[in-house]
């Protein structure tokens, strides 16, 4: 009986599934925790890629895309 549990404690085959789900889980926290700066962020390199994207068109800089 001892030596199953032994066995059962040293055995590090589900490791890799439990290592990937908590890292999910921290991923999902920060994403959660740090969306209106990340909102930000997209929001103003989405803003910066169409002022640059009408200048080289020809449209000048004042005229948006994306509303």
């Known amino acids: 009986m001892r030596a199953a549990i032994r066995n059962f404690w040293k055995d590090e ?3 890799g599934t439990v290592e ?3 890292i999910i889980v921290v ?3 920060l994403v959660i ?3 209106k700066q990340i ?3 997209v929001t103003k390199i989405f803003k910066k ?3 640059d ?3 080289i068109i020809g ?3 004042n005229r948006n895309l994306l509303i």
């Open 27 to 29: 991923l999902i926290g």
């Open 20 to 22: 990937i789900i908590l």
């Open 53 to 55: 994207s009408n200048q």
């Open 59 to 61: 449209w000048g800089g």
């Open 33 to 35: 925790v740090f969306k």
């Open 39 to 41: 909102n930000d962020l």
């Open 13 to 15: 085959s589900g490791m």
């Open 49 to 51: 890629i169409t002022t």
